[in-house]
């Protein structure tokens, strides 16, 4: 099937070693190599006569080069042969015995040709190194320690590791290291279609992956170690922004899919920017696209066995953090396009599981602009703590600095502030039967907060303002019964002064409050009055 060269081969038939030089796989018909190697140097033993099987104490293979292309109707250059090799009837024959040693491969190099994305890759400095292998009862309880080395479009790949491949426990563990890998080169050979375009990023890896099956023929795969991405950029089809980063790190603790265990030790995000848009159909960019390749995938779950339990899934995360992290939203579902922006996003959170034996930790911390309705210098929430099987929030401090806030009433007396997105109506929500979540803030502090209303309906139209507004607050909560203390003082107008202070409950409403009325100026407040 194919025209096959080779340059020279040499025996010595006392040491039983065998050389190959310059062997060469051209295309069907001649042509370029598909496959071929510079030399392949094997020296075998005089035991195999009594050991039952081959016994190789070295193999060596220097240049290999492989040639693979993808032809534009999605066959490879080698499928012919791949397809007469898998029509061969199948073998119930036991693994023949064997013993392969210090198998050592140098310098190789593959070359892709992805016509189908107009793409070429090329692995290339290919360098492996196995030991041992062997499936001789006598060689069971040795181990594999294979070496794989090798740089992909440029960023370097080393896998190391062990295995018992013959051994019962099939013990196996595998080390694998990443560097500078361009994900925006290999995205489309994912199995999955993703709606979006990656622009740019890098993956550095460091990971193990360690497989073993017990007695009980119960197995364990567990994989470790972290992966981290940089100077990421996503944009969707349209070329509009979507995402972007300056880097995510995630440090897993261990992940074991086979029993239904997770444990994330942390994820850092730092400079995250997420762009969200409503479509003027009431549809939310990121919803949209991957409802949308759900749907095209007509994904079916298989119907579970009505006797058949689903395992329990445990899962954990030590800590998460953002830094510096920003969201931009548009929204176009009203035809005036209207945008909101938060800036200087820090969240942190620890001991968040699926156990909920004790209350996961957070602080958050942002600033916030809405058009020209809401102004945001600061906000932070300190000690924050939530349980997720008491359903409950309990925050140690809120604290909001330099909010402002425009409230218009228009002419034809509609009240224009921010508007709720007009969003498409999807799958009718099922209540919730767990009940409400009990929120409760120890201490709420707010300085510089002021509102603007207009009112428009008057003639001429007046501006009314309240601002040097400070709030202090105590014990607030969601809890019936529950006593707040308040204490607040603000300005209207500019000259009134007024000051709050006392006891209230929210559920159910009571107040107790006292309030200090000074040099308020009654002639604006008097049409609302007459």
Do not use: C
């Not at 796989?25 to 081959?54: H, K, M, T, Y």
């Not at 062997?134 to 040795?142: G, K, N, W, Y």
């Not at 196996?172 to 993703?194: C, G, K, M, N, T």
């Amino acid at each position: 099937h194919r025209p096959v060269t080779v340059e020279g081969v040499s025996i010595n038939p006392y040491t039983l070693a065998v050389q190959v030089e310059g062997l060469a796989v051209q295309e069907s018909g001649g042509g370029e190599a598909i496959a071929a190697f510079d030399r392949l140097e094997v020296n075998a033993e005089w035991s195999s006569l009594w050991r039952g099987g081959p016994v190789i104490s070295e193999l060596k293979l220097v240049g290999p080069a492989f040639r693979i292309v993808r032809l534009a109707d999605g066959r490879f250059n080698v499928s012919d042969l791949i397809d007469e090799f898998m029509a061969k009837p199948a073998s119930d024959d036991p693994m023949p015995a064997f013993s392969l040693n210090n198998i050592q491969i140098s310098g190789g190099k593959v070359d892709f040709d992805d016509q189908t994305v107009g793409e070429k890759h090329l692995i290339s400095d290919l360098d492996i190194g196995v030991p041992f292998i062997f499936s001789l009862p006598q060689a069971t309880e040795i181990y594999v320690e294979p070496a794989f080395s090798a740089s992909i479009d440029g960023s370097p790949l080393l896998i190391q590791g062990k295995s018992k491949p013959f051994h019962a426990s099939r013990e196996s563990e595998l080390v694998l290291d990443l560097q500078q890998v361009q994900l925006a080169r290999y995205i489309d050979y994912l199995p999955f279609h993703l709606p979006i375009k990656v622009v740019s990023g890098a993956l550095d890896g460091e990971l193990k992956l360690a497989f073993q099956r017990q007695d009980d023929d119960h197995s364990t795969l567990m994989l470790s170690g972290k992966v981290a991405i940089k100077e990421l950029l996503v944009k969707d089809r349209d070329s509009s922004p979507l995402l972007s980063l300056r880097a995510l790190e995630v440090v897993i603790g261990s992940l074991d899919p086979l029993n239904g265990k997770f444990a994330i030790d942390l994820v850092e995000v730092d400079s995250p920017e997420i762009h969200a848009r409503v479509s003027p159909q009431g549809t939310i960019n990121w919803v949209d696209f991957f409802s949308k390749e759900l749907a095209a995938r007509g994904a079916v779950a298989p119907a579970a066995s009505k006797n058949a339990k689903p395992a329990p899934v445990e899962w954990s995360l030590a800590e998460a953090k953002i830094s510096g992290g920003a969201l931009r939203w548009r929204d176009e579902s009203h035809g005036q396009p209207f945008d909101a922006s938060v800036d200087g996003l820090l969240v942190s959170l620890k001991k968040f599981d699926s156990q909920g034996s004790a209350p996961a930790e957070f602080d958050v911390a942002f600033r916030m602009r809405a058009a020209q309705w809401v102004t945001l210098d600061a906000f932070s929430a300190k000690g924050g703590r939530f349980d997720l099987a008491k359903r409950t929030v309990t925050i140690d401090e809120v604290a909001s600095r330099g909010a402002k806030l425009l409230v218009r009433r228009a002419a034809d007396g509609r009240i224009e502030f921010v508007e709720p997105p007009s969003l498409r109506a999807v799958e009718a929500s099922q209540k919730d039967p767990a009940g409400p979540w009990k929120v409760t803030v120890a201490r709420y502090r707010g300085e510089d907060l002021a509102l603007s209303f207009e009112d428009r309906v008057i003639s001429p139209a007046v501006v009314h303002t309240i601002d040097g507004l400070k709030v202090e607050a105590e014990n607030l909560s969601t809890e019936p019964g529950t006593t707040a203390t308040i204490s607040t003082r603000f300005n209207v107008n500019k000259k009134g002064e007024v000051e709050v202070a006392g006891t209230f409950k929210l559920l159910p409403l009571d107040t107790d409050l006292k309030l200090a009325i000074k040099t308020l100026d009654l002639v604006p407040l008097q049409p609302y009055f007459t």
